[in-house]
């Protein structure tokens, strides 16, 4: 299934964020190789601006492939990628999607990421028209937890096992939010 829309920009009182580019290669690498913000990714730290580019470009497939949509943060002062959140692995017949995101160091306990997760879990319920959004967690990401939990997600439990990344298998915590529970 093609998406036909236009990308769509969301911005709140300090952020814009918008479509991924070609020029938010550079950012995104060196997010990507800060080991702070890869620890609970579940990937390895990128190598290089072809990595980079690489997601760049699955992001924009995902949109226009109507698998998921992933928007780059941006500071509306400045403009320039700060991080990126969006839904992945969006199943149309079920009316769900996973939600994932990250953000460079520089701007970890600055409130960005509760403020860019409202629009986007907005546009997710009535946009997409979603009745369920997921995430999978690191058990031991006690920040990303902490976010997914003030924005109204709830715990279901673990994930014996779920991913296989570089240091064996791991377990993940699933959490979700309802659109009948949403504030």
Known sequence: MENKQKFPILET?????????????????????????????????????????????????IFAQAEGIRWVITEKAVGS?????????????????????KLAKAFWQKGIMTEALEPVLEYGFSVMQLNRIEAVVDPDNAGCLGLLKKAGFAQEGILREYEREQKGYVDLVMLSLLKKDRR
């Not at 800060?34 to 497939?61: R, T």
């Open 13 to 61: 009182a300090r952020l814009k964020l918008r479509r991924p580019l070609q020029k938010d290669v550079s950012a995104l690498l060196e997010t990507t190789q800060d080991e702070a913000v890869m620890k609970y990714y579940g990937m390895a730290p990128y190598e290089s601006k072809a990595e980079a580019l690489g997601e760049i470009n699955w992001f924009n497939k």
């Open 81 to 101: 990628y700060i991080g990126d959140i969006g839904f992945h692995n969006h199943v149309i017949a079920h009316s769900r999607a996973e939600i994932g995101f």
